[in-house]
Each structure stands twice: as C-alpha cells, then as structure tokens.
C-alpha cells in the first residue's frame, strides 16, 4: 500500500519522484455498517423464530442489504485507488490514461472536526474513451458502494475512506501527472 514520502529536515516537502501505488479501504471506515447490518440479521431472525413474528424478517431484509451494500467498505486489501505511469487506477473503471486527465485537485469539506476530502478528476473525453484498461468485476459488484462518482466530465474520488493520507495520496497523483503529461 502506501507509505509516508520522506520529509527534508527543514521541513519543505520534497517533489516526489513518482512511484506506483495502490491504497484501499481503512477498515474502520465501514465496519459499523456492515457489522450492524450482521446485528440486524441475527435478531431479526431470532425474533421471527421465538415470536413467530414473520415481520422482524423485514428487520432482516435490511440489515442483509447494509451488510451486501457496504460490505467492500472493510475489504482493507482490494485496491481502491492507485497510480502508475499508464494512468491513475480506480476500482470498478480501470486504468484512466493520464493524457485524458487535464485537471486534479483536491477539495475538503468539514463538518465539526471531521475532514471529508475527495480527488477531483477533471477529463478531457468522456470516461468509456478515457479508461486504457477497463477492470473486470462479477455484476453483484454492481449494486454495492463505491469510492467514486460521475459528474459529467468529473471523476470525484473520495479520500477520506482510505488507508492513506489525502495530501500523500495527492502528492503522489500530481507527479505522475506532471510526468506523464511532460
């Protein structure tokens, strides 16, 4: 995965020379909601088998579909984001070459003391032109969460979900960017 670049004791931080890296999931970030989901499932089961209650199978249902939903959320080791010099690697697109990324930055959002970072990917074609190597994946993977979205031209990557640092993580990015578009 990822690991912290070395910092110039003055305390500039140095360009990086780019290195390829995956990072996935902080595991903490979704265990509630498929554990609790779990929950949900064990008692909607034993208050249907005591009570003889068909109705807490409802209670279930739904912890059943937080669990399936959210369960990449604690798959630590399956790569979420990363980045070569073919492109910049995202799960369940693929490869995006860096010739059709024309812009990166990286936007912050907080809420109380909590930080939501997200990588804004700006394209120059549309995504199905952009991907080099589109990644295959089962079609139940279709219908659980995900770390991106599509808006028009914008590929926006959530951060804050990884088992990195936002600014590593864009350090990272920018110099395989800069590098490839050279």
């Given amino acids: 995965m990822i690991e912290p670049d070395s910092r110039d004791p003055a305390g500039a931080d140095p360009e990086p020379v780019p290195r390829s890296f995956a990072v996935g999931y902080n595991p903490m970030a979704g265990e509630m909601f498929v554990y609790g989901g779990a929950v949900l499932v064990v008692i909607g089961c034993i208050v249907t088998v005591v009570q003889g209650n068909p109705v807490a199978l409802l ?22 984001l990363g980045a070569n010099m073919q492109g910049l690697y995202v799960e369940r697109i693929g490869i995006v070459g860096w010739r059709a990324v024309t812009g990166l930055d990286m936007t912050e959002t907080y809420i109380r003391n909590m930080r ?12 199905e032109q952009a991907v080099v190597e589109p990644e295959q994946f089962p079609a139940w993977r279709r219908y659980t969460s995900r770390n991106w979205t599509q808006k028009g031209d914008r590929l926006e990557i959530k951060l804050d979900t990884l088992k990195a640092d936002p600014e590593v993580v864009m350090r990272r990015v920018r110099a395989f960017h800069r590098m490839a578009n050279a």
């Fill in 59 to 80: 209670l279930s249902l739904i912890g059943l579909a937080s669990t399936v939903y959210y369960r990449p959320l604690i798959e630590a080791r399956r790569p979420q």
């Fill in 116 to 127: 939501f970072a997200k990588l804004v990917v700006t394209l120059k074609v549309p995504l």
